[in-house]
């Protein structure tokens, strides 16, 4: 079965210092993938994507993910964190393009 | 960038009526739409998958008699809530595939539907 694994519910991080979102696939098949940020009642914006180019992904808001087929992650990071990015992160998994599989999302805070 | 927009932001009704939630592309066409349901704190649910001019597919467990799913246009789909009761409120999402990418979905900014 398709599936992603977020291995964190919750990451807490001080503001300017880096961030780490772990996130785990499983397939037998090339996917794509997508980290997603939702800030509280907002809908779901579009940081980065992976489809089978460049390993490494660098998104908006100075994310970058880098797609490691050989430990099939995906994982999500930033140099340095800011208030801002106090949010919710989903990583999602698409193999057909229609359906996609998303993660159960973990919730970032922001220490000042 | 691709953007969809959703309408109403925000919704209370009375238990028994029907609530209708507009999404839309606003910029690029889309042939398929998703509706997804949140509830707090937990991640989207998909609902179903429409596409331009044809029929709803439904996930399962979903009745098609109470989310009705309308996607007349390249632009537009709507959710329609009927007969709502208060376990029906939640935060529901739409999303559009741009015709020209096969693999990326573009979020709305999501409905708070409260059945009272």
């Known amino acids: 079965a398709q599936s992603v694994t977020q291995l964190d519910s919750h990451v807490s991080v001080s503001e300017g210092t880096p961030v780490l979102l772990r996130c785990n696939y499983s397939?037998?098949?090339?996917?794509?993938l997508f980290w997603y940020v939702q800030h509280p009642n907002k809908g779901l914006q579009l940081l980065l994507k992976?489809?089978?180019?460049?390993?490494l992904v660098k998104g908006i808001n100075g994310f970058e993910a880098e797609f490691k087929k050989s430990e099939t992650s995906f994982h999500l990071t930033k140099p340095s964190a800011h208030m801002s990015d106090a949010a919710e992160y989903f990583c999602?998994?698409?193999?057909?393009?229609?359906?996609?599989?998303f993660g159960t999302g973990t919730s970032l805070t922001v220490i000042p | 960038g691709a953007v969809v927009s959703q309408h109403p932001s925000r919704v209370i009704c009375k238990s028994g009526t029907s609530v209708k939630i507009e999404c839309r592309s606003l910029?690029?066409?889309?042939?398929?739409m998703f509706w997804y349901r949140q509830f707090p704190k937990q991640s989207l649910m998909l609902m179903a998958t429409?596409?331009?001019?044809?029929?709803?597919?439904?996930e399962q467990g979903v009745e098609k008699d109470k989310f009705l799913i309308n996607h007349a246009s390249l632009t537009l789909s709507t959710l329609t809530v009927t007969s709502a009761h208060p376990e029906d409120s939640s935060f529901y999402i739409c999303?559009?595939?741009?015709?020209?990418?096969?693999?990326?979905?573009?979020f709305g900014p999501g409905t708070r539907l409260t059945v009272l």
């Open positions: 429409s596409n331009e001019g044809s029929k709803a597919t439904y």
């Open positions: 397939s037998s098949y090339s996917p794509s």
């Open positions: 999303s559009a595939r741009d015709y020209t990418s096969t693999d990326t979905q573009y």
């Open positions: 910029d690029f066409q889309a042939t398929t």
């Open positions: 999602v998994v698409s193999y057909t393009g229609n359906q996609f599989y």
């Open positions: 992976y489809t089978s180019a460049a390993t």
